[in-house]
């Protein structure tokens, strides 16, 4: 069989693409059949291909709740050997639709392409990868393809890289590789000014600089994991969003912008904010009546830096009587690990109780230009209030205002906004 299938044809501009599809893209065997058509188009064209692949929709929440079903509280480690298998069937599937098209294809597990990382366990750092085993198949005209989501620590333990994580096995293996282009795949073709699922206004950006993706993202713009957008940045590698259900162009995100193009993008030429972003992913927790002492609040939060776990905005009321409450968000999958962690300390710090609402979410309007023009909170909440959404906390920076709101008002709330800035106009 092998002896028939085909090997990249020589090309004296030959290119080595990464191209990165999720779980959006592998919904069902038709789609991994898609696929495999496009690695192929792009290989037939005389580029070295290496595809990077998250699990099938669905299959990692899937997996999760069978391991909910068994423990109440699963070690991570053994949470990452059952996430990890996810992305083992889409290579194995991806490759054999690839070879049935005729082309050489070679599926690798994270471990397989070394991709080293530290042992935290359910969002580990990536250290290293080597890149030698894929030059080495890339070099016999095979297709490569590779578990994203997935790495090994020093003691040769499964890792994976925290929810989204292929984009970031994506991006990374593009910088080791030194690609000459890094593509991501999904159901949508580009970035948006919102999620254009939850606003059919939304306009494509066709460039945006990684700071502010890389704001958009981590205030909940998943079409690209926050760290992908990072490690991008650092590294230097420019990504191309684009649709796996068709072939236009997508949005490009550069990591560096300078010049008239710089200035552009920076809103001196008015437009002040870029997006609207919406992260349901968010609980509020109140420590109530927390002694008032020097070190109170860097004891609470000791335990959940440890955990890895993320605070974002943290609020505390003036004291009376000697005592305060501390109010502040955590990722809403995390919130009961935080409660624990919390209740953990109440004799030591004394506090009266620890409330916990999980019905939140966080709309942001994001903009590079919001530096210089002021006024923009005022529009925001003013906005915000004439549709009768109430909010709950707020929290500012150069380039962003985010309100945390009930979350049924929050796709009402992002449409609000996107109006209010004229996103979907140029
Ligand atoms: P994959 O499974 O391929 O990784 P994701 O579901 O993680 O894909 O990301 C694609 C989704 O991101 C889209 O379906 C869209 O609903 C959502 N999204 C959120 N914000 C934006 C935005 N600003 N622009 C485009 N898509 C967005
Ligand atoms: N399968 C993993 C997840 O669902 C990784 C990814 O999709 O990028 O989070
Ligand atoms: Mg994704």
Redesign the pocket.
């Known amino acids: 069989m092998s002896s028939t299938m085909h090997k990249s044809p020589p090309n004296k501009s030959q290119k080595l693409i990464v191209q990165k599809?999720?779980?959006?893209?592998m919904g069902s065997i038709e789609r991994i059949q898609n696929v495999a058509r496009r690695a192929v188009k792009t290989a037939s064209e005389g580029h070295q291909v290496v595809v990077v692949v998250?699990a099938m929709?669905g299959e990692t929440d899937r997996l999760l709740k069978l391991a909910a079903g068994v423990s109440s509280r699963p070690a991570d480690r053994e949470i990452d050997v059952l996430l990890a298998t996810g992305e083992q069937v889409s290579i194995a599937l991806l490759a054999l639709a690839i070879r049935e098209l005729g082309f050489q294809a070679r599926s690798f597990l994270g471990h397989q392409v070394e991709i080293r990382t530290d042992s935290m366990h359910g969002s580990a750092r990536i250290r290293s990868i080597k890149a030698d085993p894929v030059h080495e198949c890339l070099q016999n005209g095979e297709i490569v393809v590779i578990a994203g989501f997935q790495g090994v620590d020093q003691h040769g333990n499964i890792t994976t890289l925290g929810r989204?994580g292929?984009?970031l096995s994506a991006v990374a293996m593009a910088a080791a590789l030194k690609a000459d282009a890094c593509e991501i795949?999904?159901?949508?073709d580009?970035?948006?000014?919102?999620?254009?699922?939850v606003y059919a206004k939304a306009r494509k950006i066709p460039r945006i600089g990684s700071e502010e993706m890389l704001e958009?993202a981590s205030l909940g713009?998943?079409?690209l994991q926050t760290r992908s957008v990072e490690f991008a940045l650092k590294y230097k590698v420019t990504l191309h969003c684009r649709s796996s259900f068709s072939d236009g162009e997508g949005s490009w995100v550069v990591p560096e912008m300078s010049g008239l193009e710089g200035a552009e993008m920076k809103g001196l030429e008015g437009a002040v904010v870029t997006?609207v972003?919406c992260d349901k992913n968010i609980a509020k927790l109140t420590i109530v009546g927390m002694a008032d002492k020097p070190g109170a609040a860097a004891r609470l939060f000791a335990p959940m830096a440890d955990a890895g776990i993320n605070i974002d905005v943290i609020i505390q009321n003036p004291p009376e009587n000697g005592r305060t409450d501390v109010t502040f968000t955590v990722p809403r999958n995390a919130a009961d690990r935080a409660v624990a962690l919390i209740e953990g300390l109440q004799d030591e710090l004394g506090f009266v109780r620890c409330s916990l609402d999980k019905r939140l979410a966080k709309v942001s309007v994001v903009g590079a230009g919001m530096v210089s023009q002021p006024g923009v909170a005022q529009r925001t909440f003013a906005a915000l209030g004439d549709a009768g959404i109430n909010i709950v906390l707020v929290s500012t920076s150069e380039i962003k205002i985010s309100c945390v709101v009930e979350d049924q008002f929050a796709d009402a709330a992002v449409r609000v906004l996107h109006d209010k800035f004229e996103l979907e106009k140029t």
Not at 21 to 25: D, I, K, L
């Open positions: 599809f999720g779980g959006s893209s998250s929709q989204g292929s984009d795949y999904s159901d949508v580009g970035i948006y000014t919102t999620d254009p699922n958009l713009a998943k079409v997006a972003s």
